[in-house]
């Protein structure tokens, strides 16, 4: 991809989406970004900010992002000590069979405050096999990798 643009979302999380995508805000359902086509994958995002207790056992991102999705791989910790896992799952939506990967980001601020960004990616499944939808998701997983979060708690 080679236009791209810097997504700065409620000047908590920065990440990086193709440049022609639209983007939507709401403050219910969060962030969605997407090409104009009617055939184009979605992709959303979420944000919270949640406590943990005083004394909780959580030692990093990992720990924490492990104890709140089950789902999924063992989560990964990053050189810049968040944490990301990354899975997915087909359904059938209005007759459509779809796939959603699933992309949760968590940054750690000690003492007990964790900030978790979802995202997921929408698609039909029989556009998967389309090489701009793989060269899509490649992207979205670089950049969803590569994202960052403010330092302010």
Known sequence: MNNIKEIDYRGVLKFKIPSSWVEEY????????????????????????LKTPKDSFFKDAKSI???????????????NDNALKMFFEQSVDSGHEITIYYWSLVQFLKPN??????????????????EYVREEIDFLNKEIKNATFSIKS
């Not at 709401?26 to 900010?49: A, I, N, V, W």
């Not at 104890?67 to 999924?72: A, F, H, N, R, S």
């Open 113 to 130: 405050q964790v900030r978790l960004g979802n995202f997921s990616y929408t698609v039909l499944t029989n556009r998967l096999g389309i």
């Open 26 to 49: 709401d403050d219910k359902h969060g962030g969605t970004f997407y090409e104009d086509s009617p055939l184009s994958g979605t992709l959303r995002l979420q944000l919270m900010t």
């Open 65 to 79: 992002l492990d104890d709140i999705i089950e789902k999924g791989p063992e989560s990964i910790l990053l050189p």
